[in-house]
């Protein structure tokens, strides 16, 4: 099975002006564009994000196999204080990692196998999950939308092919009245 391609490259037109390793460039429409180097910043980046999320959030990850997608999702969970290593989910689809620091748990789950929108989700039970928990669904492009109006789509770029290039471009872009009033330069 091919995997889905991104819905954008942010590598085709370069990095943002402007943009240094592991910083971020914000507009006003609430996107910001971040450029990562290494496995350990893409965990970082995850724990900083943690830092912004609270129970009832949605988070979208697109990228191409190996981007960094469950890393993210590691650096997530460990600043969120949660129970378990977070390990990719493609073959149990879901996990739920409770909180060990009373906040909300984090509910991972890797949409990949699924072939259609949300009525294929369906037996996981996400709109149940989500107003108590922090949802993260990789490869939920086209398949969890419906959840919520407000959700961070994160799209992550790394260069593919025969290469040992470990930077990836992260673009995230908030969606709805809870992110607008978020900052997400502050990641």
Do not use: C
Request: aromatic residues 2%; negative net charge; charged residues 25%.
């Amino acid at each position: 099975m091919e995997a889905p391609a991104a819905a954008h490259n942010p590598a085709e037109s370069g990095p943002p002006s402007g943009t240094a390793s592991g910083t971020a460039s914000g507009t006003a429409s609430g996107t910001v564009q971040i450029v990562v180097d290494s496995p350990d910043e893409m965990r970082e980046l995850g724990r900083r994000l943690a830092k912004l999320l609270r129970a009832g959030d949605l988070l979208m990850l697109t990228g191409e196999l190996g981007a960094g997608k469950t890393t993210l999702t590691r650096g997530l969970g460990e600043g969120l204080g949660v129970r378990g290593a977070v390990t990719s989910p493609t073959f149990v689809i879901a996990r739920v990692h409770p909180s060990l620091v009373d906040g909300p748990p984090l509910v991972h789950v890797d949409a990949y196998r699924l072939g259609g929108g949300l009525d294929d989700m369906e037996d996981l039970d996400l709109d149940v999950s989500l107003p108590e928990s922090v949802v993260v669904v990789e490869w939920g492009e086209g398949k969890v939308e419906e959840l919520t109006d407000d959700r961070l789509h994160l799209l992550i770029h790394r260069a593919v092919g025969d290469t040992t290039d470990e930077v990836r471009h992260v673009t995230l872009t908030g969606v709805g009245e809870r992110w607008a009033a978020v900052d997400l330069s502050a990641v």
